[in-house]
């Protein structure tokens, strides 16, 4: 269902917590781990680690983690220095504040996206070390 490189499957296999298909739960989750969702879930999700959100899931939350994998539905708002994919069977309504959004052909968003700025030194380096205007000879 998901494409990852290997090293990110890895990652992904590391699911501290699992919300299985037909279980419902409602409240807040606070976790230093990863967190699969299958079922439904309404409430708040603090993770260190990846959310993913199997295609028969239900989830009306607030979120942050460190990257955000969508098969099934969400409605709220993510908020993750990492990435956000939005897979075909997946649907979003809400708002995102994200370092990286993919969105596959067939997914749903509807919604704002506010993106992060890269910063890396080197691009802040060169822009230092360029002159603003030149002088003319």
Request: contains cysteine; aromatic residues 6%.
């Amino acid at each position: 269902m998901f494409k990852k490189k290997q090293g990110e499957n890895e990652e992904l296999e590391k699911m501290n917590t699992l919300i299985g298909e037909g279980t419902s739960c409602e409240g807040r989750i606070n976790s230093a781990g990863s967190l699969r969702i299958d079922g439904d879930f309404k409430g708040e999700i603090r993770i260190a680690g990846d959310l993913i959100v199997g295609e028969k899931a239900m989830v009306e939350a607030s979120i942050e983690a460190r990257n955000v994998y969508i098969g099934g539905y969400i409605r709220g708002n993510i908020q993750t220095e990492g990435k956000v994919d939005l897979t075909p069977t997946g649907a979003f309504f809400g708002d995102m504040l994200v370092g990286i959004l993919n969105i596959e052909e067939g997914a749903v968003f509807k919604g704002n996206c506010e993106m992060h700025e890269p910063k890396r030194e080197e691009e802040q380096q060169d822009i230092q070390s360029e002159p603003v205007v030149e002088q003319a000879s």
